[in-house]
């Protein structure tokens, strides 16, 4: 109650604004209407910014090209079975058939429907980008965050821990953690998860390194915001454009590390309809039956070229050094 008076007796009194705590809120409520302009300034300048960048994208026609491309394969991802004109496990004719208009892709080694494998196939693969680098972003991100925020021992250890792992190659890593675990699709997604963590934590490292050091940060922290707070709010908000560009990349680069583990029998096993082992079933009949893993490699090719292009997209839309006019 006396704190309460205290503030009603420092705040401006004036006609309708009361006196004592009645007072102290009115006060309170007035200055919060003082800074509303600025708010409403900072969220035009935020949606001018946005927009800007939505504009420089659309003006890459690759970048709008691999984007169509990526989201009809997750359009064929989503449908999955509905679209198969067969069964992708079932042998539906002679084994090796050419493409034709009754199997458009050809038939395998057992007849099964290759159009259908791919199509189905595509789920697969898509879910395993996607979830390899939610594995691999959840962690480095929070490592990065931790190692540039704190500094010191903190980011001593951290970057040490991910010079090591960056040591080895993210398919040779993948490898090692695949030997440990067993071949599956699962452990596969794992892997590259896992493979994928050191990237996240430097990059998202050398962001807050500079971003904390900004005015902003500096004025947050010292009118006694916790540590956390500056950290998810100030910090990793303003940091975000690089770790979504890495991701786009990383998306393309883990379907292909995927695959190319399945391709060794590593990740998925028969029948799963995966690219990768798709592609590894007709290596040995590629002069005879080229349809089996051509296909296939088609379509990795292209949604790895695709994440790649739209990565390269969103880096020359998000990042303010590429940035040559609104």
Known sequence: MDREIAIAEKSPVGPGRGTGAAGAVAALELDADTTTPESAQRSRETRTARSRSIRRFLRNRGAVVAL????????????????????????????????????????????????????????????????????????????????????????????????????????????????????SLRNVMIAVGIATVPQYARLVRGSVLSIKQLPYVEAARVVGNPHWRIMTRHVLVNGYAPVVVLSTLQIGNAILIGSGLSFLGLGAQPPTPEWGLMSAEGRDVLRRAWWISTFPGVAILSVVIACNLVGDGLRSALDPRMRVDG
């Open 68 to 183: 169509v491309v990526l989201l009809a394969w997750t359009l064929v991802a989503l449908l999955g079975a509905r679209i198969t004109p067969y069964d992708p496990i079932e042998p539906m004719g002679l084994a090796r058939q050419p493409p034709s208009a009754e199997f458009w892709f050809g038939t395998d080694l057992l007849g099964r429907d290759v159009f259908s494998r791919v199509l189905v196939g595509s789920q697969i693969s898509l879910q395993l980008g996607l979830i390899s680098v939610v594995l691999g972003a959840t962690p480095g991100v929070l490592l990065g965050l931790l190692a540039g925020y704190f500094g010191g021992w903190v980011d001593a250890l951290i970057s040490r821990i991910m010079d090591a792992l960056l040591a080895f190659p993210s398919i040779l890593l993948a490898l090692v953690i695949i030997a440990s675990l067993g071949p």
